[in-house]
């Protein structure tokens, strides 16, 4: 009759640490080099556009291991949080995200993102019942201090719009608010299901940006289009994948601070592909950003 009981996630969590471990680094790799890559082809495809063009490719990839594997559809009340972390997360976060990286370089749009992290902090203690220990507390604030010494050291930059970061700040809103809501799902949906169907959600949510796709990818260039084909296939398909594994078989508030290890691997991508050399107080932020996600997975 106690919480832990009641969640298989929770009897999951020891079986196998390492591998839900593993499938969270493969997710946040993958999801720093999206950031880049959105950067990459935002001159050719507008946010939504961008977003649908994601969302197809991630679907067909998914969809052909589903009908494969075979379909377990959620019931119920699972139904519901499927269509809400669809729409906030999947179509949602990802709109306004390829909106705000139009005024944002890739490294501040990741490191603005961070709000994630704490929202999912506070609904998973809510509404998950898993509460809210001293580590995750300790280690989320440290974590956002770094994020917010990341930030200061970027905020001389005068590219660096208002719009651009109140929209990502709201990014990261809709990003904590649909990973709680997916995290019901995967009590008994797969993690791979549970993907497939959040894009299915999001390319019906999208699909009035379906004519503008079509036109701007007439016109986009060779580059573009498989900058899309990639973010569909690798930061979409794969990496919400793995995420939900580890989400269904890890604490939300304590995946959700595995987050904040994004912009240190941004910040490195960016660097490297976009020659966007990274403010000095980064690379403090960034080691404090290491040592809270560190303590949020310390245990005794």
């Given at each position: 009759?106690?919480?832990?009981?009641?969640?298989?996630?929770q009897?999951?969590l020891?079986?196998?640490?390492?591998?839900?471990?593993?499938?969270?680094?493969?997710?946040?790799?993958?999801?720093?080099?999206?950031?880049?890559?959105?950067?990459?082809?935002?001159?050719?495809?507008?946010?939504?556009?961008?977003?649908?063009?994601r969302?197809?490719?991630?679907?067909?990839?998914?969809?052909?291991?589903?009908?494969?594997?075979?379909l377990?559809?959620?019931?119920?009340?699972?139904?519901?949080?499927?269509?809400?972390?669809?729409?906030?997360?999947?179509?949602?976060?990802?709109?306004?995200?390829?909106?705000?990286?139009?005024?944002?370089?890739?490294?501040?749009?990741?490191?603005?993102?961070?709000?994630?992290?704490?929202?999912?902090?506070?609904?998973?203690?809510?509404?998950?019942?898993?509460?809210?220990?001293?580590?995750?507390?300790?280690?989320?604030?440290?974590?956002?201090?770094?994020a917010?010494?990341?930030?200061?050291?970027?905020?001389?930059?005068?590219?660096?719009?208002?719009?651009?970061?109140?929209?990502?700040?709201?990014?990261?809103?809709?990003?904590?608010?649909?990973?709680?809501?997916?995290?019901?799902?995967?009590?008994?949906?797969?993690?791979?299901?549970?993907?497939?169907?959040?894009?299915?959600?999001?390319?019906?949510?999208?699909?009035?940006?379906?004519?503008?796709?079509?036109?701007?990818?007439?016109?986009?260039?060779t580059?573009?289009?498989?900058?899309?084909?990639?973010l569909?296939?690798?930061?979409?398909?794969?990496?919400?994948?793995?995420?939900?594994?580890?989400?269904?078989?890890?604490?939300?508030?304590?995946?959700?601070?595995?987050?904040?290890?994004?912009?240190?691997?941004?910040?490195?991508?960016?660097?490297?592909?976009?020659?966007?050399i990274?403010?000095?107080?980064?690379?403090?932020?960034?080691?404090?950003?290491l040592?809270?996600?560190?303590?949020?997975?310390?245990?005794?």
């Open positions: 009759m106690t919480t832990q009981s009641a969640d298989p996630a009897a999951r020891s079986s196998a640490p390492s591998l839900a471990l593993i499938a969270a680094g493969i997710t946040v790799v993958l999801w720093a080099s999206a950031f880049v890559g959105i950067r990459a082809v935002g001159a050719d495809f507008s946010p939504g556009a961008l977003t649908l063009g969302l197809l490719v991630g679907a067909l990839v998914l969809g052909s291991v589903v009908l494969v594997r075979g377990v559809l959620p019931r119920g009340r699972e139904l519901m949080f499927v269509a809400i972390y669809g729409l906030l997360w999947f179509a949602g976060y990802n709109i306004a995200l390829n909106a705000a990286e139009r005024s944002l370089d890739a490294g501040t749009a990741a490191m603005l993102v961070l709000i994630a992290p704490v929202i999912v902090a506070i609904l998973a203690g809510v509404f998950l019942k898993e509460g809210f220990p001293p580590r995750l507390l300790i280690g989320s604030g440290v974590a956002l201090l770094g917010v010494i990341i930030a200061a050291g970027s905020g001389a930059d005068p590219r660096i719009e208002l719009a651009g970061v109140l929209v990502c700040l709201l990014a990261g809103v809709l990003f904590g608010a649909g990973m709680v809501a997916q995290k019901r799902v995967l009590r008994s949906v797969p993690a791979l299901q549970a993907t497939w169907l959040g894009c299915i959600v999001g390319v019906l949510a999208c699909s009035p940006f379906a004519p503008t796709l079509v036109t701007e990818g007439a016109a986009a260039s580059g573009s289009i498989l900058g899309l084909l990639y569909g296939a690798f930061p979409t398909a794969v990496a919400f994948t793995t995420w939900a594994y580890a989400l269904s078989r890890t604490p939300a508030g304590q995946l959700g601070a595995t987050t904040y290890l994004i912009p240190v691997v941004t910040a490195g991508m960016s660097w490297a592909v976009l020659d966007e990274p403010p000095t107080l980064s690379f403090v932020g960034g080691a404090l950003c040592v809270g996600v560190a303590l949020t997975r310390w245990r005794r």
